[in-house]
């Protein structure tokens, strides 16, 4: 381990905290190694598999698999396994897609059309199981329309869209497959991200956690300790060249202090924390931390099979009972922003600006008067004879969504509304923390979220998802909040700013805009294939 002082030397010759302007000296890894090619991190959940039928790196960038696209860093999508961007059909009901012909699973076997055809069948074929299914429900059917060829080479053409950014580069063609929908889906190229598997491992319908993790991706699973780690191997036929990072462990926290720890025992190289407690790290000679805007919310999920959290009165009133600038301060350390609906800001083209509440307390106030709920001698609400009363559940060793719970339940108390939290999954009637948000089209997270919350917010999410022009969409969005702000569903609070630590022993990190959980694959770690070491 070098000597402080020596690490105190190299640290002054940084010009800034980000990875490629810092020349402090590289540090062991937790791994041991010296050459910085191993990376030892931490996420705080556990995927159920590795396999893109099971959700795994739904946003792309899930590095064992890659789609027919993939997101860029500023949300652009750009070819992966599609040789050339998909062109649409005149109605937008169909979209065609040729694909690169260069290609090799994992396990040596060629990719083409019967592969991509095969995943996305599967992915719709009720008996896997996929819980992907309903955000793919709209595909009506995938079709290899042109077999292999390997004859020709063809350039990604222009485009005239801020969301694609086809890279410059000629790639060899092989087959070609249609995407058929029942209808037109303006995000659908958002979700060819989803990884591709070989066609021979879906030959047997199953449930998705028993399924093969073979892919193109740049690394491989190489073994995995359910509940608590798991190791990735460079690929080394991938593609694009292999990474340089040539394994990668990622192991599953879902204590925010144990992973804290983990850290200051050097046992990790990176992880995701909260704000307040990666803040310490801002000092270290050793780590950085990252702040990267996210589309994720937190909100006050209100059941409907509750007398209480399904009043609209109740609703409404806490909407205006909550201090989200407390909260911001508080719980988040200040690294945040206040929410009103579960549309996120950062998406800021469909975000209504005016669409939001004040904390009013007289105002939360006098809605609980006129509907009903009178203040009782201790303090509590009732309406005809029921308690204004409820529980609030939180993940357990999720820091954040338990101080965000509990700071809720003191501004309910205020206007006389009794909540008591408690960690754990919720039962039947008991509200939770939710978490929601996408960081490249709403419909992605709004659709399974709000449909049916309300008949008027249902038919501006089924307008929206199926309009091509894309001022008609951001029009029918932010009506569709102005319009949830009247009966709203839920009560968010705040939107989040995700952190991370990274020891300072490699060059290539690029920010992105995350999306609503931190784990290992968009994130902070989206492009990690392409890391070096410093």
Known sequence: MPSRR?????????????????TAAPTPTASGSTDSTALVLAVPSEPANV???????????AQVFDGLLEHQSDSALRTALAAQMPTPSADGKSWTVKLRADVRFHDGSAFDGKDVVATYQALLNPAFGSPLRDRYSMITGVTEVTPPTTTSTTTAPPTTSSRVAPPPRTVPVGSTVRFDLSQPYAPFLDLLVLGIVPSETLTEPGPVTGLKSVGTGPYQLESWQRGASMTLRANTSYYLGAPTVAKVTVEFVPDDDARVQRVRDGKLDSAALPPAQAKPFEQSEVFQVLRQRSAAIRAIGMPTDNPVTVDPAIRLALNYAVNRRAMIDGPLAGHGIEAFTPVSPVLAEFYEPTAKFSYDVPTAKSFLDTGGWVVGSNGIRTKNGVAAQ???????????????????????????????TRVGAANAGEASIVGAGD?????????????????????SLDTARAMSD?????????????TYIEAPSMVALVGLEHTYVLRRNWTGYQAVVDADSQDATWGAWWNLSRWQPR
Request: proline share 6%; net charge neutral.
């Open 6 to 22: 020596i690490l105190l030397s190299s640290v002054a010759l940084c010009t800034g905290l980000g990875l490629v302007g810092c």
């Open 51 to 61: 396999h893109p039928l099971a959700g795994y790196g739904v946003h792309g960038s």
């Open 390 to 420: 409820f529980t609030l559940t939180y993940p357990a060793g999720d820091n954040v969504a338990r101080d965000l719970a509990t700071a809720f339940a003191a501004d309910a108390d205020a206007v006389g509304v009794k909540v008591q």
């Open 439 to 459: 960081p490249f089209d709403p419909d992605l997270s709004l659709y399974p979220l709000m449909r049916g919350s309300d008949a008027k917010i249902t038919t």
């Open 470 to 482: 894309p001022a008609q969409r951001v029009a029918e969005y932010r009506k569709m909040q102005r």
